[in-house]
């Protein structure tokens, strides 16, 4: 027996003119127009961030340089002209300099080995300098620095009193270690090399302050001069001055030559002495 209906349970009739079918149009419309208005809002600020943006980077470029400081220990170089040097650099403006190119340049000057460069905000130019360290001189205007690097100056006479390498072109490195080392050698004896001359044979000749000549030969001179030493010692002890040049170029010996006219023999095993 079918059970009897009440009202709830009967379909609801929509009314006319009411319902979401009429109502979804409106909503359409609306949500339209404020994603179009979202948008203009968002491009809009775009571009006022792009603008700002633009004015101050413009403003950045037109930023000059009003200081240029230079440190370091300078004492062949003025400061003045490394701030004249770097000058037609800084035309651009502060973030237009090309730092690497101003190291070039300044590193390109007769005095400095190395130089850095740094912009200091808001409109300042640091450069550091390290000068040259000379060492010996190189052929007839050059120095040779503590690495062996070839370097010019116009002031070359004022370091007359460095010793003097002299070489073929690629054979400064090679000479500065030789040397090194032959000063390291003689030092004890308080003998100083004034002269050091590679030739075209490979053969090292040294001239030492008072004018006695060392002839070193090609190969490894450290054993011949350890020679020379031990006749320094014990046969030539208080008369440097009368040596004219020692031959270091025997196998087992070496031959001296002394100034004075009367020839003095020095007898010592492997040793060989002549006179003039």
Same mark, same amino acid.
């Given at each position: 027996m079918p059970l009897p209906t009440t009202a709830s349970d009967r379909p609801?009739? $929509?009314?006319?003119? +009411?319902g979401a079918s009429r109502n979804a149009p409106v909503e359409i419309t609306q949500r339209w127009g404020l994603g179009w208005l979202n948008r203009i809002l968002i491009l809009t600020g775009t571009g006022v961030v792009l603008v700002a943006g633009l004015q101050a980077f413009i403003t950045l470029q037109?930023?000059?340089v009003e200081q240029i400081s230079v440190t370091g220990n300078l004492q062949h170089t003025r400061a003045e002209e490394v701030q004249a040097l770097v000058q037609p650099a800084l035309a651009g403006g502060f973030l237009n300099a090309d730092l690497a190119l101003i190291r070039q340049q300044l590193e390109g000057m007769p005095w400095i080995y190395r130089a850095t460069v740094r912009r200091r905000w808001p409109s300042s130019l640091e450069?550091? &300098?390290i000068e040259q360290l000379p060492i010996a001189r190189w052929g007839d205007a050059g120095f040779l620095n503590h690495e062996a690097e070839v370097f010019q100056t116009a002031n070359a006479g004022d370091w007359q009193a460095l010793p003097l390498l002299v070489g073929p072109d690629d054979s400064a490195r090679q000479l500065m270690a030789s040397y090194q080392r032959l000063e390291e050698l003689l030092a004890p004896l308080s003998l100083e090399v004034s002269e050091l001359a590679l030739d075209h044979r490979n053969q090292l000749t040294a +001239?030492?302050?008072?004018?006695t000549q060392l002839y070193l030969g090609g190969e490894d001179f450290v054993e011949r001069v350890q020679r020379l030493l031990t006749l320094y010692r014990y046969e030539l002890s208080g008369r440097t001055a009368e040596v004219a040049r &020692?031959?270091? $170029?025997?196998?087992s010996g070496l031959a001296v030559a002394f100034r004075a006219p009367v020839q003095v023999a020095v007898a010592a095993t492997n040793l060989i002495s002549t006179g003039e």
């Open positions: 609801r009739r $929509r009314s006319k003119g +009411t037109s930023i000059a450069i550091n &300098v +001239t030492l302050q008072g004018g &020692v031959d270091l $170029r025997y196998e």
